[in-house]
């Protein structure tokens, strides 16, 4: 079973820095991608980086230049480095990762999805 811990969401004025934490757990073999994705009020969930093993990068159009993805592939983690904020990105921030990890169910290594509880971003301005 994989789980994923988010930190770092809070209350920040527009113009300042936030940056959020992912750690994944389990009995990982390889993680593909790690993502964040941010759902504001009354929105549908949306893409606002990602990030694969293999060093590429992928940003919404909305948060390119501002918001930077990086992961530490040793401790399983993503980071987004979110600067120069503003009130519309007030969202709850979901960490989402897939990969391949060990199923003890099934003996075997399994491709796994799975998303993270979110943590709430809300800029004041």
């Known amino acids: 079973q994989v789980q994923l811990a988010e930190s770092g969401g809070g209350l920040v004025q527009a113009g300042g820095s936030l940056r959020l934490s992912c750690a994944a757990s389990?009995?990982?073999?390889?993680?593909?991608?790690m993502g964040w994705y941010r759902q504001a009020p009354g929105k549908q969930r949306e893409l606002a980086a990602t990030?694969?093993?293999?060093?590429?990068?992928n940003y919404a159009d909305s948060v390119k230049g501002r918001f930077t993805i990086s992961r530490d592939n040793a401790k399983n983690t993503v980071y987004l480095q979110m600067n120069s904020l503003r009130p519309e990105d007030t969202a709850v921030y979901y960490c989402?990762?897939?990969?391949?990890?060990?199923?003890?169910?099934?003996?075997?290594?399994?491709?796994?999805?799975?998303w993270g509880q979110g943590t709430l971003v809300t800029i004041s301005s």
């Open positions: 389990g009995s990982i073999f390889s993680i593909n991608t």
């Open positions: 990030s694969t093993n293999g060093g590429g990068t």
């Open positions: 989402k990762a897939l990969g391949y990890a060990y199923s003890d169910y099934q003996g075997s290594y399994r491709y796994f999805e799975v």
